[in-house]
């Protein structure tokens, strides 16, 4: 019987068991209904969410036009400078694309990787003030009784564990009605606004007044890292719909790292000057609030107040709350672990070439590849087609953890159901003929805390049925059906290559991409016809 996947609404829940949070649809894997793309319904749509996807429309075509300008001019470049080897990255947005390159950076070019540790250390400052402020949302005062409500286009992460955006503190939130005080109160999964704590304390309202200084901190952080994006920083902190939490975004092309690294001549423009200084005092800034933001977050308060809402911050990318005394201390150096945990988004296609330096054959020492990092988003995928040119291996990343979660884009849409059909128009793609398959299901790790927590994954996958709700099982299950799809298509003649991965566990990590490393040198003997 050929594998069949259909979202699907469950249609009850027995007794015993309880039903998925809401907004997350569960899907059934037993039943195959593959429509690509996949057909929208618009028909029940009212008028203002009708202007509000045309404007969404109208947005992503704008960014596909520029996409497609610098996607000409990138061609033209990587014609002159072919690489030895080309890999492509793909998945969902957030699945740990751009976490696998710097695995790949730290193992094979840890010298590229090394000297870029201080651009990293300010999204790491960025990712963790934007945690700050995040809770920082739960002791507002005065809007308890605020509406519990907010329209489809307010900020979300989709995470039905996980909490959502930081709306705009002192502004107009990205999707509040205007002319009010911006409500800077959490986003739920669902939408929602987050209730604020019912009665504040003495010491929180000090935490509160003492960490206030770090929304103007947030804005200079974002100013510095997103100058390449206009619309970013304008935004400030009033959060888009398709951000996350602790992250920030880039556009492909952006140069943001090389503002550390000084111009090409050594000269720095008054304008990064002026940057630089920003980030002095942003560190200063967050170097006094270190104790203050220790006392927020170990607050039995404020973890009641997260736990009662079924937040889970710990299961987010970029969380760094935990590690507080250590990277908010003077003379902080951001570890290799820290790069690979700091979450930056990346908005369009970057190609990032890299010069073998260790860890390979010596005659491999030197050889260039040019690995080819996307945008996750739905928004974005368009983008993806000029890249599939002479690609030798396609690693395909797939977070496991998002079983209970839905599109940031879309909320109706599982995101592990979103993987299985994007994994599909993949499986058949024409053009990806000749390259080499490589599944990596990511952030195991982040699956096992979920299923250990108590959540019940057939919930959420109901072909799953009584399977055991251990991570082996459903990791084992899940092999099973990524690798059925790649089957399905006669013309997918190579062998499929499936691995199991934290991106964030630099020492497991390193295993997987020596493996696939093997792969590759196999692949080149034998289309010299040396094997």
């Given at each position: ?127 963790l003030v934007r945690s700050v402020i995040f809770l920082l949302g739960l002791l507002e005062e005065g809007s308890a009784g ?110 943001w790292k090389s503002l550390f690294r000084g111009s090409d001549n050594g000269a720095v423009s008054k304008a990064s000057s ?258």
């Amino acid at each position: 019987m050929a594998l069949q996947i259909r979202l699907t609404r469950k249609p009850s829940s027995p007794p015993h068991q309880s039903p998925p949070p809401r907004g997350t649809p569960p899907i059934d894997l037993e039943e195959i209904n593959f429509h690509w793309p996949p057909v929208e319904d618009f028909s029940n749509e009212t008028p203002p969410q009708r202007e509000e996807r045309l404007e969404r429309e109208r947005e992503a075509k704008r960014i596909n036009d520029e996409i497609d300008a610098q996607l000409e001019v990138e061609k033209s470049e990587r014609r002159k400078r072919r690489p030895d080897i080309r890999i492509i990255l793909l998945g969902q947005a957030e699945s740990g694309k751009s976490t696998i390159l710097r695995n790949f950076q730290l193992k094979y070019a840890p010298t590229a990787f090394h000297a870029e540790a201080e651009a990293w250390r300010a999204v790491i400052d960025l990712n963790l003030v934007r945690s700050v402020i995040f809770l920082l949302g739960l002791l507002e005062e005065g809007s308890a009784g605020a509406s519990g409500s907010s329209s489809s286009g307010s900020g979300s992460n989709g995470n039905n564990v996980g909490g959502g955006a930081p709306t705009s503190p002192g502004g107009a939130s990205g999707g509040g009605s205007g002319g009010g005080v911006g409500d800077t109160r959490p986003i739920s999964p669902s939408g929602s606004k987050l209730k604020p704590l019912s009665r504040l304390t003495d010491d929180l309202r000090r935490l509160r007044v003492g960490l206030s200084p770090l929304r103007s901190i947030e804005q200079s952080l974002v100013r510095f890292i997103s100058r390449d994006n206009p619309r970013q920083v304008a935004a400030g902190s009033a959060v888009l719909p398709s951000e996350r939490a602790f992250e920030v975004s880039v556009r492909s092309g952006s140069r943001w790292k090389s503002l550390f690294r000084g111009s090409d001549n050594g000269a720095v423009s008054k304008a990064s000057s002026q940057g630089f200084e920003d980030l002095r005092n942003a560190r200063r800034v967050i170097e006094a609030c270190r104790e203050e933001i220790v006392a927020l977050w170990n607050h039995p308060a404020v973890q009641g107040g997260l736990t009662e809402q079924c937040v889970s911050l710990e299961f987010q990318s970029g969380f760094f709350l935990d590690s507080v005394d250590r990277i908010a201390s003077p003379g902080y150096e951001p570890s290799p672990a820290d790069i690979l945990k700091a979450r930056i988004q990346t908005m369009g296609v970057e190609e990032h070439p890299l010069r073998m330096e260790m860890g390979v054959a010596a005659a491999e020492r030197g050889q260039l590849w040019s690995i080819i990092d996307v945008g996750g988003s739905r928004a974005l995928r368009a983008a993806w087609l000029p890249y599939f040119d002479d690609v030798n291996v396609l690693l395909f990343i797939v977070p496991v953890s998002a079983f209970n979660q839905t599109l940031t884009e879309d909320r109706t849409v599982n995101r592990l159901w979103d993987s299985f059909l994007l994994w599909k128009s993949l499986c058949v793609h024409k053009l990806l003929k000749k390259a080499t398959f490589v599944l990596l299901l990511n952030k195991y790790d982040l699956l096992e805390a979920k299923l250990k927590s108590g959540i019940r994954f057939r919930q959420f996958v109901t072909s799953y049925k009584d399977r055991p709700n251990k991570t082996e099982n459903v990791l084992e299950y899940l092999k099973e059906k990524f690798s059925a799809i790649y089957q399905q298509d006669p013309a997918n003649t190579q062998s499929l290559h499936v691995h199991v991965t934290c991106a964030t566990n630099s020492n497991s990590t390193s295993i997987v991409l020596a493996r696939i490393r093997e792969v590759i040198s196999t692949d080149n003997f034998r289309k010299a016809n040396l094997l």
